[in-house]
């Protein structure tokens, strides 16, 4: 080896010391000779190279270093490839592996600035956005565990929504074939991307077009993946999309909704459905809006019929259906006046005077609980009202060994109703009864649309702020119809009612 040979590997030997050192200042001196070093020509042997690459690698990765010795370390290993491609003297494994060692070292600085950028990412260039997606689906399939960064996921969230159409066909293309690899990607995309879209301009129309092309995607990809875990969260988290306000995306963003429910989150996807409903009801909001998640409700409740009180349709209360249903029809079209029909079952219910009937507005007592105020406040109405029947009935079952009920409902009506075995004049009575409860007493006034009011003398008893009031103090009496239902001990109503109480309580502790 020359004197000259001999001298340029010394002095590489001391950049790559220099680069290896905890010293700022020593880093900086080394990268910087090691680029003048390059840009003349000149390259260390072999095993020099690999040091020299691999401490470059070490001072771009290092978070605290100046962005002048990041370029300067990022110039270097540019300038190393460029020297290598066009040195085709160079031993082919030599050239391979160090070719190899900068290709990874530049991937991972990418891949760090990605992680840096996160959510700005879309405002890239086209060329570096579709980088960003390569990079990503590359890391993802490396090491699945990179799921848990969110900085990752936040970023590929943000490509979705690039305004380039090769960028979301990327995009799309990667949710198509890494769920296969890792598959609670597309799910912790799915929370990310709905986040986001919530701070869209609901008046952009290219990436409004854009999201629902998205969406329709995610959809196709995400029911295949049903019985994966994580995938009845999904359907809480597209809900976040409604804070934008435009109408088509909500439209859209409630379809999809309706397409993920499970028997996991059709309780929570109603509870927020109706929240939300609450909420258009006070603000200024578009009727149109409305409609939507009034359509939305009846479709999970469609989905899902014998969720909210899935006792209801057994055998024994078959008795019952009919009345509940006819409730059920007017609760589920005027979802918007849920609180005032509320109160408004809980003051007509002294008025009931068939067991049938009295099932029927206990229900929707129920159903109409929305927030854990008004859970608490039915069961302590309820407990109270029907406490005589409910004490009654657990005796019973003490001497009868909670033998189940089989009774004849023709003892416990009106005795102005129809003679005994006439079912479809039974029918009538109760459905005449109803109709007094709730266009007497309650002043429910049918509007031109189809759907329901309460007539303005009755809002009174549904102001929202009375509720506390109402349910602590317990003004609910019993008058003698229904002191006379209470006093039947029927036991069929009283296990109905037991069964309303407890769904109340599970409700109160979801």
Known sequence: MDIENIGLCGEFQRIIADMESDNMVSNAAGVNRALVLIAGGNLPNPVLLLLLVTGLASNLSKSHHDIDIKIA????????????????????????????????????????????????????????????????????????????????????????????????????????????????????????????????????????????????????????????????????????????????????????????????????????????????????????????????????????????????????????????????????????????LLKGFLMVLRHVRSSPVCSAIVWGISVCCVHELEDQGAIVAITSLFKDLLDQRKIEKLINDGAEVQHDYTLHNNPNSAKEGDAHGMHEEHKMEMEELLFVHLGLAQQVNGGYAIASSSKSIADHDEFESLFMALELERTDNLARVVGSGDPLLADFVLDVLSRLMEMGTE
Not at 225 to 231: A, E, I, R, S, T
Request: aromatic letters at 8%; glycine letters at 2%; a positive charge.
């Open 73 to 340: 370390a990022h110039s270097t290993l540019v300038a190393i490839r460029a020297f290598i491609i066009r040195n085709m003297c160079m031993d082919p494994s030599v050239r391979n592996n160090t070719l190899h060692a900068i290709q990874s070292c530049l991937m991972n600085e990418e891949f760090r600035r990605v992680q840096r950028h996160g959510g700005s990412v879309r405002l890239w260039e086209e060329d570096r956005q579709l980088s960003a997606v390569r990079i990503i689906c590359m890391f993802f399939r490396r090491s699945p565990m990179n799921i848990i960064d969110a900085r990752c996921v936040i970023a590929f969230a943000s490509l979705m929504l690039s305004t380039y159409d090769t960028v979301m066909h990327a995009c799309i293309v990667a949710l198509l074939s890494l769920p296969s690899i890792v598959p609670s990607f597309v799910f912790a995309v799915a929370k990310s991307y709905c986040n986001q879209v919530m701070g869209l301009p609901p008046q952009s129309f290219r990436q409004i077009s854009n999201v629902l092309v998205m969406f329709e995607r995610l959809k196709h990809i995400s029911l295949p993946m049903v019985d994966q875990p994580g995938f009845s969260d999904m359907a809480m988290d597209v809900l976040q999309a409604l804070e934008n306000k435009n109408l088509v995306l909500r439209r859209k963003v409630l379809n999809l909704v309706v397409s993920l429910l499970t028997p996991l989150n059709i309780d929570n996807v109603l509870l927020i459905l109706r929240n939300k409903l609450e909420m258009a009801a006070s603000a200024d909001t578009p009727f149109e809006y409305y409609q939507m998640l009034e359509r939305a409700i009846r479709d999970c409740h469609f989905a899902y019929p014998d969720r909210i009180m899935p006792f209801i349709r057994d055998p024994k209360y078959i008795a019952f259906v009919d009345c509940i249903d006819y409730i059920k029809d007017i609760v589920d079209k005027n979802l918007m006046i849920c609180a005032q």
